[in-house]
C-alpha cells in the first residue's frame, strides 16, 4: 500500500501492524509523534498492547527489561536527552540479552540545549552492546522497524533504530507499506526465550572476577556474529518487499578515486551529487553504513582499499583526533579526511553537498575541519 | 588439567534449579544447641525469625538445627533463653 | 502468637523455598526473615515473582553460581525496582490476554530504604501513580548499609552514619527522616502500613491484607542492621522490639485513606532505652550524657505518635 506518512507515524504503523506485547514509553521531541499516534491506536482498539506510560526514560526502559525478561514482545522510542538519561539501562538491557526494539529520532544531547539533529545521542550508545541501525529515510525507517523485532528475538541482542530527528521523523515521503497479513508474516510468532513467567530463573545477579569477563567476552562475540544473522532476515524481507538491504549502501565505488562516507538523510544530497559529477565524467563514489554496531570493518576495508576518503561526521567526539565516524574509518583507504558538519540541525542539503563535494574535488583540504560554520558569527 | 568445566549463561542469569550450593556454616564462631525439645514446638515462629532457615521444623515440632547453613548469630539462643544455648566452636 | 505453629510452619517451608539459605547477608541480619515471611504468606495458588533493588539483599543473595531465590527475581539497577516489575506486571497483562499464560502470580518488589526514599522515589511514585498490582515492601535500616552505612533520607534525626558522623562539630544527621508513608500515601493507594518482624502476628496480617488488595501496595519494614549499627547480632529481635515499643517505630496501617493504629503501648518505654540499644546514638551517652538531645528526640517522638493517632 503507498502511503504519504513522515518517520514517526511509519514506526508507530509498522507497530501496530505487528501489535506487541507492551510499549512503555516517555515523550521527548522528536519522537512524540510515535508514542501519542501509537496511544491513539491503543486508545481505539487497534492494537490490544499493554501500553506503560513512563514517569521518564529511565523507567521506560527499565520496564521494557522487566516486560522482556517475562517474556513480552516490547518497543520503546526516544531521542536525546532521554536516551542519556536511560544509558545506564540502556547498557543493563544488553547485558542481561534481552529481545527489545528502540527507535531513537536522532537529537543531539546538549548543553547548550537543541532540538534537532545530530547523532551525539546514538553514538553514547555505541560501546553498549545493542545493535544499531541508520536509516536514511522513511521507507527504511518502516522496513527496519519491522526488520529490527525479528533481529531481536533471533539474536537475542537488543536493537536501536536510527532516523534523523525533524528531517525523516517529521518529513513526510510516499513509501509503499506491507500489509498487516504480509508484516505479520514476516515477523513471525514470538520465540520462546527464558523468562521470569515460565520458569524460575533469577535475571540481573552479580557476577564478580571469577565469570564476569568470560559473559562479556560472549556478549562480544555474538554481536560481532550477528551480522549473518541481519543479513539473512534482510534477505528474508526482500522476498516480501522486494526491497533489499545490506549492511551498508554504496554508489558508484567500483571505480571510484574519491569517496564520500556519510550516514542519514545527508546521504541523499551526497549521492545525488556524485550522481551529477559522474555524468561529467568524475570518478566520485559514496558510502554510507546502514549497520554500525556491529561495524562491518572488514567489508568496508575492502571496499574503500586505495580510495582517497572524506568521511562525514555529523557528532563530535571533543578531545579526539577526529569525529566518531571518523575514528572508526580512520586506518581506511588510502587517504583520509574528516569533516564535521550538521551539528544541532545546521542544513546539509543539496547545495552543501555540492559545494563541499566541489572543495574536496578541486584543491588540498585540511585533515579534520567543521563544514558550514557562519562566517557572520564570531564565536 | 580442568577437572569440571562449568557454564554460565547470557548475562550470567541463573536457574533456581541450577543455583550452585553455598554452605554459610563456616563463618560461625559460636554453635546453637538445643536444650528443651518440648519449649521449642511451643515457639515454631523461631523457624522464621532464624536468617537462615537453619532451625528445622516438621508437621509443627521442631526436628534439628541445620548446621550446614547456621552463622552462629544467637538470635535464636536469644529470644528462647534457656531453652537454646550458645557453645564456643 | 496467634498465628498458630502449623501455620508457622506452612509460612516458613514456602519462605524457604521462596528464599532459600546460603545467601552471605551478615550474621544476625533480620532481611531473610522478612523476605521470607512475605513469601510465605503468598496465596497457595499463586507465584510469587520478585524484583529487587542494588542494596544489600541483591549482593548477598545472587552471586553467579548461587541464587537463594527459588523463585523468579530480577534485579535491574540500583533505583528501578519499581518500574521493572511494572514492566513485568504489564507483560504478564498482555500475554494472559493472549492466552499464553494460565497461571497467577503476586508481584513483589522488595528494596532498602536508599533505593526506595532516595535515588528510587521517582520509580516508585511513578508505579503507584499508575496503579500497577504490585506489593512494594521496603526494608529500612536507616541508611545505605551495603555500602557501609553511609546515610540515607530515612535516616533518622542526630543518627551518626558514616556520612553524617558526630564530630566535634556536629551531633550527627541534622535532618529528620522522611516520612515515607506519607509520600506514599498521597498515592491514594488502597493499603500501606508500617510493621516490624519482631511483632511477626501483625506483620503476617498486614502482608495477608495487602496481598488481598488488587492495586499498589506498600510495607515500610524496619530492619535493624546489626553491622551498621554496631549491636551484637543475637540483639536484633531486642532492638526491633524496643523501636516499637518506645513509639520510635510505631505499628499503623493506612488503608484506603483511614489510619490505623496497631499496637498502642500501654506504657511506652522512654525513647533512650532503644537510643542506648546500637551505636548509632552512641555520641548522646558518651564521653557526656546529651539530655537535651536525648529530650528533643523524645518531643519529636511524642509529638509525632500523637500526629498519627488524630489522622
Redesign the interface.
Known sequence: MRALINGNYAVSYAMMQINPDVCASYPITPQTQIIETFSKYVADGKVTTENILAESEHSAMSACIGASAAGARVFTATASQGLAYMIEVIYIAAGLRLPMTMVVGNRGIGAPLLLHCDYSDSFLARDSGWIQIYCKDVQEVYDTTLMAVKITEETKIPVMVMMDGFYTTHGEQVIDTLSTKQAVNFVGKKPKWPNMLDSKITFGNVSLTDSNIEVRERQWRDLANSSKSILGIQKGFEKFSKRNYGLYESYGLKDANTVFVTMGSSYQAIELTCQELRKKGKKVGCLRPRVYRPFPYNELRAELKGKKIIVLDRAISHGAEFGPMGLEFQGMGREFYNVVYGIGGRDFGLEEAKDLVGKFLKGKQKKFQFYGLRKDLKN | MVKEIKKVDLGARILASESEEYQTGSWRKEIPVVKDKEEMNKHVEIALYCPEAAIVYVGGKYSHIDYKFCKGCGICANYLKKVIEMKRV | ?D?K??E??K??EK??EGF??????C???????IV??VL?NVPDDCEP?V?IATGCL??TS????????????????F??SA?????????????K??G??K?K?KFIVFAGDGGTVDIGL??L??ML??GHDILYVLYDNAAYSNTGMQRSGSTPYLASTTTTPAGLESTGKAQKRKDIMSIVAAHNIPYAAQAN?AY?DDFIYKIKKALSYEGPKFLSVLMPCNYGWKF???????VARLATETNFWPLYEIEGGKYKINYNPKKALPVEEYLKSHKLYAHLFKPELRKNLIAKVQEEVDKEFKVLGKK
Open positions: 502468637m498465628v505453629g502449623n508457622l510452619q509460612i516458613w519462605g524457604k532459600g539459605p546460603g545467601h552471605r547477608t550474621s544476625g541480619c533480620f532481611i531473610p526473615t521470607r515471611t510465605g515473582v524484583s541483591e549482593v545472587t552471586i553467579w553460581p548461587h541464587t537463594s531465590f527459588g523463585v523468579s527475581c530480577i534485579h535491574n539497577a533505583e528501578n518500574s521493572t516489575l511494572a514492566g513485568v506486571e504489564r507483560a504478564y497483562a498482555a500475554r490476554k493472549r499464553e499464560l497461571k502470580y521517582q520509580a511514585s511513578g501513580e499508575r518482624p511477626l551484637p547480632s543475637s540483639k536484633t529481635y531486642d
